[in-house]
C-alpha cells in the first residue's frame, strides 16, 4: 500500500471500499489498513458514518460517570453528583482492597450501578490472592459490584475469552473494550482483537478503540483518532456501538468522533459545581454537542438503560 | 438551487451569493462542505503545501477603556493587574523568538490611554534599530482607531507614521462580526464599528500593507451575520487585494462577562469551510489550533485550511478566557505531515522560507505557551515615565512613585 505523500489524493484508493461499504459488506483487515495509510480523512468519516447510521441513526447515547479511585473513596455521597455509573478506577493492591472498594461505592450510589477495575487487574488479583477469577468476581458481585468496567484488548492474552466467560458465570457484567495503549497510528491489531473476542465470546456492547494512554510530547493527531474510529466501526462490526471518551479526549474531537463512526460517549462528568448554571452543566453541554452534530442525544447508565437521567442518582444536575 | 446545485457551482468556479452560501452553510451535509473546501484549497496550493510561522503573540499591555464583553483579558485603568511591557521586557522576547528561528512579532495590546502615538513609534523605531531584519506584524484595526482618536490624526495619517517607524503588516484582530447590531451587544462598537474596522484595512492596503481578517464567532450574532462578515470581507478583497489571509475562531467563554458557551468542533469544521468557498478571492485560511486545540486544528486542513498559524511561543488573550492549548514547530509540522501534506515555514506575506528549523539544528520543545509576565511581576517599565499620562489613575501612580 502506497502512502499519499501530499494529502491531495483522490478519494479513487477508497472508491471500491466505499461502495462495498454502501452495499453493506464486511471489511477485511486489508481494507482496515488501507484505511489507515489513506489521507482522504472526508471519505473514512462518510465510510464510518455510514455504518454507524445504519446500525443506530441519529441515536448517540451518553453517560455520566462518577470516578471513585480504588485507594480513596469518598465517606459519603458528594454534593451535586448526578451519574448514571459509579466507576471504581485504579488498580487494586488486594483482593480484601477490591472488595473494600466496592462495598464503600455501593454504600454512596444509591442504586445507581457499580462498575470497575479491568479485567485484567482482576486476574492479578484472583492470581495473587490464590483465588479462581470466577470466585474473585462473586465476592466483588456480592459487595455490588455489576459489571467490569474495561477489558483493555490489547493487554488481554490469549486466555481473554475464558476470563470473560469466568466474570460472567460469576454475575458480572462484561460489556466494554477498550485499548489501553496503540503500538503506533496505523494498528489494526486492537480492533482486530474486538472484533475476534466478541466472535469468541459475544456479549459486548461497545468498544472504544482509542487509547487510554498516549505520549505527551507526540500525542495521538485528529486524523489518527478519526480513521482509528472509522476502522473500528467498520471492522468491528459486530460489536454494537464505538465508544469515545468525552474527558479524556476532549468535547471537540469526541464530537467529530460521533460524526465519523462512534455513537455512544463514555466519562461525561457527573459532578457540577453549579456555579455556572444549568447552561454551562455538563448534561447541557453534552446534550448541545450532540445535536450541533445533527444526532440525537439519550442518556444511558452503565447497564444500557436508556432514558436514564441521573434520578436515584442523586440531585439534578443544576 | 439545490445543495447539489450548489455545490456543483462551487465546483465549476461559480461565485456563492448570500443566499446561496446560508444554504450550504445551513443545510449541506459536513462532508460535502469539507470535500467542496478541500477541491478548492487543491485548486489554490496543488503543490499540497500546509505553511506555518514562527512567531511570538505579545500583548504590550492589558489595560484597555473598550470593555468588550466577550474578553477576559482586558484589565481597567488604574487595575492593580494592569500592566505595561517595557521595551526592554520585548526585546527579551525578541531575542527568545528569535532563538527559536522567528523573525516576527504578533504585537497587539489594549486601548490603553497612557500610551501616546510616540511610544508605539519609539518601540517601533528601537525594535528596528536593534534588529533591523526583524519583522512588526502589529497593532489591530481597532488600535489603529484609538491611535487615530489619541492623537486626533486621521488613519492615513497614522498608518504612515506607524510604517515610518517600522510597522511592516496588520494583523485582522478586532474583527469579531463586522455587523454593528452585533458590535453593539458585544460592547465593540464603540472600540470601532465595522465601517471603522473595514476602513482601517483599506487605507492600509493602500499604503502597500499585507494584513489578514480574521472572524470571531459563537457569541450573539445569527447565521446569516457571520456570512455578512465573510462577504463584506470578499467585497473589500475584491477592492484592494490586500488580505493574506482569513483566520476564524470560536468565542471562548470562560472569564468573561458575556459567559456562555462556547461553539462545538464540527460547527468550527464547517465556519471554516464555508469560509473557504465564500472567500474565494482569500488565498489563505489559517486553522485555530489556539481556540480548538491540536486535534480538531489539524481537522481543519480537511476542511479548506492551508496553514497552521503561528506557533505562538506566547499567549495570553485566549488563554485568560480558558484555551490553553500549545503547538510548537516539531507538533506543528508533525500534524501537517501526518495529514498528508508538506510542511513550509513562512514569513508574515505567506512565503515560503524553507524546511522546518528544528531539521537542521537542535531546538528545545516547548509544552506551554509563555505569558506576558510573572504573576507577581509588578516593575513599572522606566521609559513609560517620557510619555504624557492621561488617565487619572495613571497621573497618580505617577505622583505616588515620585513621593516614594
Redesign the interface.
Known sequence: MEDDQRGVESVSALDGLAERVTAGATITEADARLMLASHDLIAIGVMGDAVRRRLHGARTTFVRVFEIHVNAPPAGRPLHVSAGEFRIIGRPASFEAAVKAVGAASAIASGVPVTGFSLIDLQGVASESGQRLDAVCSALRSAGLAAVAEVPVDLAGDAAADAVNAARSAGLAVTRLTVHALPDARAIEPAVRARDLQLATGGFRVFAPLPRTMSVTEPSSGYDDVKQVAMARLLAANIESIQVDWALYGPKLAQVALTTGADDVDNVAAQESGALGTRRSSLEEIRGNIRAAGLEPIERNAVFECGWNGAGGGAPAE | MSTEALADHVRNGGRLDAAGALELYLDAP??LL??LA?EIR?RKH???V?TYIIDRNVNYTNICVARCNFCAFYRPVGSAEGYVLGFDDIFRKIDETMALGGGQLLLQGGHNPDLPLEWYEDLFRSVKQRYPAFRLHALSPPEVVNLCRLSRLPVPEIIDRLVDAGLDSIPGGGAEILVDRVRKLLNCYSKATADEWLDVMRHAHRAGLRTTATMMYGTVETPEERLEHMFRLRELQDETGGFTAFIAWSYQPEHTEL???E???????RTLATARLVLDNFDNLQASWVT????????S??YGANDMGSVMIEENVVRAAGASYCMDEM?IV??IE?????ARRRNMHYEALGEPIFRGRQVP?T?ELAVARGEDDATRPPEIGRYAARSAAEKKARQAGATE
Open positions: 459536513t462532508p469539507g470535500r478541500g487543491r496543488p503543490d499540497g500546509v459567559g456562555g458557551s461553539a462545538t468542533g464540527v460547527e468550527y469544521l480548538q486545540g491540536g486535534k480538531v486544528g489539524q481537522l486542513l480537511a507538533e508533525r500534524n501526518n495529514a498528508g501534506f508538506t520543545r509544552l
